[in-house]
Each structure stands twice: as C-alpha cells, then as structure tokens.
C-alpha cells in the first residue's frame, strides 16, 4: 500500500519560515517525481512545485507565486521529500499535499500551514 | 500561467451522464496529452480519476472517462451516483515546465 505522510505545519508568523517533510512508502521512490500541491481554505487547487529523480538531475520547477521563496528536495535513503518555505506570506496560508509523478497518482493527508500575525 | 477554466457547478439525477469541460490554450493542454482529472470529496485528499488524457488508473470506475480536442479537456460521468458529489479538477503539463490545475468543479447530484 503506497503511503504518503505530510509533517511540520503549523502557525508562522508573517516574513517566517517552515519545513514540510513528506515520508513515502510503497513505491520505489527513487524512479518517481514528487510534487506539492497547496489548496487554500474554502479555494480550488495550487500547484506548488515538483522535483524529478535523481537521474533526472533532480531539476526542480515551481509556480509563479512561490517561486524564489520555496525549495523542494529529496532524500532518496529516506525516501523523504522536502518543502522548505521561506519569506512566507499570509497568502501562503493553505493545506498542503505531497503528491506522486505528473499524474498526481498518490496524495498525502495534507498538512496546515497558517501564515498570520 | 492562468488556471484552466472549469464551470463552477454541473448537476444531474442519478443514472444520468453529465460533461465537465476544462478549457485551457495551446500552452497546456493543446500541447500534450498530459491531461489528468480528479476527485475530491469535502475534508479529503484528492483522488485521480484518470491521467494521459484518457487512461485510468488501476481501480478507478469505468463510469469516469476523459477526452481532448483542441485546447479543451472534459471528463465524462456516466451512470450518476450519489457518491459521485465532490468537486473536481483539471490539471495540465505547461510549455513551461510547469502544472496548472483547473478552477473546480462542484458536482451536484439531484
């Protein structure tokens, strides 16, 4: 059973920052692009940004509105992806997921991040 | 990259097929045939319905199917349930390198 599990949200003030960690198991997580994807209270969904695989050169691409700001990566012995937020804003407020490949096959529980003064 | 473009709402009574469209350009989805469509019911994570446009993923019901032409995607529901209430999403590779999902969808079963 493929298993993905978000941690470290919380409350940040804004300028802040936060580290979402997002454990896999079940699939053989080194050959599968991860990605992040946030849906804001009450709002549709966001995609955050994605990391390729290592032979991949593990290239990372993130949208507009988080770009320079958020860091994706991965550690393939921990089969652990990365979410480093830094300078957030209180836009940024949402839930987020991690999600497997371009297909967006397998999602995490999601995890809060509320960004406010 | 602007979000595709669903309809808020689309509702039908059980038993009944309904179309969800997904409009977006030639950035996105009239570039590749990398078109996926999801479920997600209130307080959940979403669920994938079907990728590549028209494939679906093992254990996904045959009622749920998709279709392209041009800039436009759209996902079929066939044989309406109740269960089938929840909203759904788009989303689309980009020129960019990039994903874009769709507005939402709220289905509504009468």
């Known amino acids: 059973e493929v298993q993905l599990v978000e941690s470290g949200g919380g409350s940040v003030k804004p300028g802040g920052s936060l580290r979402l960690s997002c454990a896999v198991s079940?699939?053989?997580?080194?050959?599968?692009?991860m990605n992040w994807v946030r849906q804001a209270p009450g709002k549709g969904l966001e995609w955050v940004g994605q990391?390729?695989?290592?032979?991949?050169?593990?290239?990372?691409d993130y949208g507009a509105p988080v770009k320079g700001r958020f860091t994706i990566s991965r550690d393939d012995s921990e089969n652990t992806v990365y979410l480093q937020m830094n300078s957030l804003k209180t836009e940024d407020t949402a839930v987020y997921f991690c999600?497997?490949?371009?297909?967006?096959?397998?999602w995490g529980q999601g995890s809060l991040v509320t960004v406010s003064s | 990259q602007s979000a595709l473009t669903q309809p808020a709402s689309v509702s039908g009574s059980p038993g009944q097929s309904i179309t969800i469209s997904c409009t977006g350009t030639?950035?996105?989805?009239?570039?590749?045939?990398?078109v996926s469509w999801l479920q997600q019911h209130p307080g959940k994570a979403p669920k994938l319905l079907s990728y590549?446009?028209?494939k679906r993923p093992s254990g996904a019901s045959h009622r749920f199917s998709g279709s392209k032409s041009g800039n436009t995607a759209s996902l079929t529901i066939s044989g309406l349930q109740a269960e089938d209430e929840a909203d759904y999403y788009c989303?689309?590779?980009?020129?960019?390198?990039?994903?874009?999902f769709g507005t939402g969808t709220k289905v509504t079963v009468l």
């Open positions: 999600v497997t490949n371009g297909y967006f096959d397998y």
């Open positions: 079940g699939i053989t997580f080194i050959d599968v692009w």
């Open positions: 990391i390729k695989t290592k032979t991949e050169g593990e290239r990372t």
């Open positions: 030639s950035s996105d989805i009239g570039s590749y045939n990398h």
């Open positions: 590549d446009v028209t």
């Open positions: 989303t689309s590779y980009t020129t960019s390198s990039t994903f874009v």
